[in-house]
Nanobody
Framework: QVQLVESGGGLVQAGGSLRLSCAAS????????MGWFRQAPGKEREFVAA????????YYADSVKGRFTISRDNGKSTVYLQMNSLKPEDTAMYYC?????????????????WGQGTQVTVSS
């Protein structure tokens, strides 16, 4: 079992920045691919970014590429999402997830564990 707890969400103006954190406990953090997803009201959960177990590779949704950066610290069992140049359309609940394999890292179905989410609201 892996327990995930997100933090760092909040209210920010358009153009601003936030840094989300997701702290893991339980099984070895470095054994998992980590991903960030988001879900806006009335919409399906969508992929945002993923990072390999070692942190050597990352993958982003087109909508956030160049603005968001995913990183991880295996020593602290934490994955981060640095979000810059935020837009109102980035408003959503943000979730981190843990997956066993890099294959299909953008697919919700590949993730075995999820956190409870942290709300990000971007005002115009």
């Amino acid at each position: 079992q892996v327990q995930l707890v997100e933090s760092g969400g909040g209210l920010v103006q358009a153009g601003g920045s936030l840094r989300l954190s997701c702290a893991a406990s339980g099984r070895t953090f470095s054994s998992y691919v980590m991903g960030w997803f988001r879900q806006a009201p009335g919409k399906e959960r969508e992929f945002v970014a993923a990072i390999r177990k070692t942190g050597a590779s990352t993958y982003y949704a087109d909508s956030v590429k160049g603005r968001f950066t995913i990183s991880r610290d295996n020593g602290k069992s934490t994955v981060y999402l640095q979000m810059n140049s935020l837009k109102p359309e980035d408003t959503a609940m943000y979730y981190c997830g843990a997956a066993a394999s890099w294959y299909g890292a953008s697919q919700i179905s590949q993730y075995d564990y999820w956190g409870q989410g942290t709300q990000v609201t971007v005002s115009s």
